[in-house]
Nanobody, 124 residues
Framework: QVQLVESGGGLVQAGGSLRLSCAASGITDNSYHMGWFRQAPGKEREFVAVVSRTSHTYYADSVKGRFTISRGNVRTTVYLQMDTLKPEDTAVYYC??????????????????WGQGTQVTVSA
C-alpha cells in the first residue's frame, strides 16, 4: 500500500516562495505518476502539476512558469517549487500517485493514494 507524507507548507507573503516535499513509501516499481493537487475552501480539488512515470512534467495553466515539479534522486520523492506566489494559490496541497493513462493524468479521480495535505497560505 502506497503512503504519502507531504511537508513544507506555511505562510508566505505574495511574491515569495515555498518548496513542498512528498515522500512516498510502498512504491515497488516505476509505474507511478506523482502529482500535486490543491483544494481551497469551498472549491473542488484541482490539478496543479505532475511528473509522469517517464519523467515528463505537466502543469495547470494557472501555475505554469511559476511552479516547478521534480523528482528527487530517489524516485519516490517529489518536490514542488513554488515561486512568485499569489494569494489565489492559498489552499491545502496534496501529493498523490496514479498509474492512469496519460490522457487522464490531470484528473484527481484517477489518483488512488493521497497524502494528508499541507497548508499553503499566501498573504497579500
Amino acid at each position: 500500500q502506497v503512503q504519502l507524507v507531504e511537508s513544507g507548507g506555511g505562510l508566505v507573503q505574495a511574491g515569495g516562495s515555498l518548496r513542498l516535499s512528498c515522500a512516498a513509501s510502498g512504491i515497488t516499481d516505476n509505474s507511478y505518476h506523482m502529482g500535486w493537487f490543491r483544494q481551497a475552501p469551498g472549491k473542488e480539488r484541482e490539478f496543479v502539476a505532475v511528473v509522469s512515470r517517464t519523467s515528463h512534467t505537466y502543469y495547470a495553466d494557472s501555475v505554469k512558469g511559476r511552479f516547478t515539479i521534480s523528482r528527487g534522486n530517489v524516485r519516490t520523492t517529489v518536490y514542488l517549487q513554488m515561486d512568485t506566489l499569489k494569494p489565489e494559490d492559498t489552499a491545502v496541497y496534496y501529493c498523490a500517485t496514479s498509474r492512469t493513462v496519460l490522457s487522464s493524468i490531470r484528473d484527481p479521480n484517477m489518483y488512488h493514494s493521497w497524502g494528508q495535505g499541507t497548508q499553503v497560505t499566501v498573504s497579500a
